[in-house]
């Protein structure tokens, strides 16, 4: 059974950090694309970075460039997103994805991806 298991996330000040882990299994990361996204109260999904499946291509939103940070290890067969000077537009709830299709250039569109975590919340608030 392919499944991706979200872990991190929760409540924290404007200017804080978090960190959001996603572990697979029944597969290996490194023969997918993988993406985060996230989806605020009233929104629509956004996806806000990803990594095409040879990591040759990455792409992120700007609103996240110089803030939020994507690592990968291969090893655990486990993502990362590291989430530093967090601020309250952060707040969402953030799910992990994965596309068997082979992606040469990484998309941030989320109907390209065919696994999902069960989303985790991230809160930012004084």
């Known amino acids: 059974q392919l499944q991706l298991v979200q872990s991190g996330g929760g409540w924290v000040q404007p200017g804080g950090s978090l960190r959001l882990s996603c572990a697979a299994s029944?597969?290996?990361?490194?023969?997918?694309?993988i993406g985060w996204f996230r989806q605020a109260p009233g929104e629509e999904r956004e996806g806000i970075f990803c990594?095409?499946?040879?990591?040759?291509?990455?792409e992120s939103v700007d609103s996240t460039k110089g803030r939020f940070t994507f690592s990968r290890d291969n090893a655990k067969n486990a993502f990362y997103l590291q989430m530093n000077n967090l601020e309250p537009a952060d707040t969402a709830v953030y799910y992990c994805?994965?596309?068997?299709?082979?992606?040469?250039?990484?998309?941030?569109?989320?109907?390209?991806?065919?696994?999902w975590g069960q989303g985790t919340q991230v809160t930012v608030s004084s």
């Open positions: 029944g597969f290996t990361l490194g023969n997918y694309a």
């Open positions: 994805a994965a596309s068997a299709t082979e992606q040469t250039v990484c998309s941030l569109n989320d109907w390209r991806y065919s696994n």
């Open positions: 990594i095409s499946t040879r990591g040759a291509s990455a």
